[in-house]
């Protein structure tokens, strides 16, 4: 296992630009407003040639109420509890305050190896202040100014010279293969569940759930191990749709979960049982579609709806095949984040989908298939001249990926596409998966 490293302070030092800087990418939410970091974010790094991983907290607040801040101080608590080395982060600019004083104890009475991080550094006129940070009682005070990558460098090599004192370091793999590590992504408008699905899948409480809508802002990378495969877990923000995006933070948001679901493998798209399918659904469906990642689809709260009511089951079934008919191959899944009812059959349907996205057919099956679907269905003709194929042959995966050659691209209507797909799915299901089309011209031999 590797070492952990946690950010800690108060809100507003920049705790998450000193996350994004050292990790060489924008993980974290960062905007000047206290309070937009909640959850723990986990990343792996390293640092001339050993590696190890950094955990960034919300902001804490020893003296906030309220379910949200408690939240993020009990998050910020496990992260200090799990760390091998703690970074607190102070303002240079504002110097000690009250907040960083209880921090200070608060991490002396854990009594874990602490590096203090006087942040904000960037300009000579704020470099006598940071000595003030001395009184802290947790040693010299390393400046920087995370912004700008000043000071950096001192601070990783302190923190792999400490790592080393402490005998937890571990070498940088030269060549890390994470080619069979399935990455899904929880994704789903507002409020359906989506925290309190990963939390129940992961047994504990590893992000924060609130009936609060938006509660969760930066995409949470979890691993965990589920019948012997490695899954990475990624807790998104609510997606709304363009028009309902207005505040700065929630376009930085929606953009951070659109990366997340183009790097994943799966997306599970959480639907809410009791409302059914919205506008907002669709949407969130739409990104899935054009990402051409895997799917399931997830119906949660059915506690809440009609628990074994099959009639119930069925209306809803038909709604989200109707509503959603273009992730027609995606497996519908009933669940309850709450109770767990459905959780197994949900990880099960992830494995059969991960690797049907990853399944790649021989040259000769696509060709037989190809053959026969062509002996039931010639493509119908176009502008007065016929379209032919010629051969049809798999050329990538996640997701499978078919390379046709024909003689006019442009006559391919996409509901012979269509026909096609169907035809192979009546042999081969690929349950939960897209099957990408492309297409090449090539001159008839003579």
Same mark, same amino acid.
């Given at each position: 296992m590797l070492p952990l490293v946690a950010i800690v302070g108060r809100p507003n030092v920049g705790k998450s630009t000193l996350f994004n800087q050292?990790?060489?990418?924008?993980?974290?939410?960062?905007?000047? /407003?206290?309070?937009?970091?909640?959850?723990?974010?986990?990343?792996e790094t390293d640092w001339n040639g050993f590696r190890f991983a950094l955990v960034d907290t919300g902001g804490i607040d020893p003296a906030a109420t309220g379910e949200i801040p408690q939240q993020v101080l009990r998050q910020a608590q496990k992260a200090i509890e799990e760390a091998d080395l703690i970074l607190f982060v102070v303002d240079a600019r504002t110097g000690v305050v009250s907040e960083d004083q209880d921090i200070a104890k608060t991490l002396r009475t854990a009594g874990k190896p602490v590096l203090l991080v006087?942040?904000? !550094?960037?300009?000579?006129e704020v470099e006598p202040g940071v000595w003030e940070f001395l009184?802290?009682?947790?040693? /010299?005070?390393?400046?920087?100014a995370a912004e700008h990558r000043r000071g950096l460098g001192d601070l990783l090599d302190a923190v792999v010279e400490r790592l080393k004192e402490l005998k937890a370091v571990q070498p940088a793999p030269v060549d890390e293969d994470q080619a069979d590590?399935?990455?899904?992504?929880?994704?789903?408008r507002p409020n359906v569940g989506k925290s309190s699905l990963v939390n129940r899948i992961l047994g504990e409480e590893r992000v924060v759930v609130s009936n609060i809508p938006g509660t969760t802002r930066d995409p949470v990378d979890t691993p965990f191990r589920y019948q012997g495969r490695d899954l990475v877990l990624v807790d998104t923000a609510g997606l709304r749709r363009p028009g309902r995006v207005e505040e700065p933070v929630e376009k930085q948001v929606a953009e951070r979960a659109r990366r997340a679901l183009e790097r994943s493998d799966v997306a599970v798209l959480v639907l809410d049982a009791a409302e059914g399918i919205v506008h907002q659904d669709l949407y969130v469906a739409g990104l899935i579609q054009e990402s051409r990642r895997a799917v399931v689809l997830a119906a949660n709260k059915w506690d809440l709806t009609a628990p074994g009511d099959a009639d119930a089951a069925r209306r809803l079934e038909e709604?989200?095949?109707r509503e959603l008919d273009f992730l027609h191959f995606a497996p519908l899944?009933?669940?309850?984040?709450?109770?767990g009812r459905g959780i197994g059959r949900l990880l099960d349907q992830l494995l059969v989908v991960a690797e049907n996205f990853a399944t790649r057919l021989s040259p000769a099956t696509w060709q037989a298939l190809l053959n026969d679907a062509l002996s039931f269905h010639q493509p119908p003709a176009r502008k007065g001249r016929p379209l032919e194929i010629y051969s049809?042959?798999? !050329?990538? !995966?996640?997701?499978?990926?078919?390379l046709l050659e024909v003689n006019d691209p442009e006559r391919v209507h996409f509901s012979y596409l269509r026909y096609l797909e169907n035809f192979v799915r009546r042999a081969y299901p690929l349950t939960g998966t897209p099957i990408a089309w492309r297409l090449k011209a090539r001159a008839r031999s003579s």
């Open positions: 050292i990790i060489a990418r924008p993980v974290a939410v960062v905007r000047a /407003e206290p309070g937009i970091t909640r959850d723990r974010l986990y990343a006087a942040n904000k !550094v960037d300009g000579p009184r802290l009682g947790l040693g /010299e005070p390393l400046p920087v590590v399935i990455r899904v992504a929880i994704v789903g709604q989200v095949r899944v009933f669940i309850s984040a709450r109770t049809a042959s798999q !050329v990538q !995966v996640r997701p499978p990926t078919v």
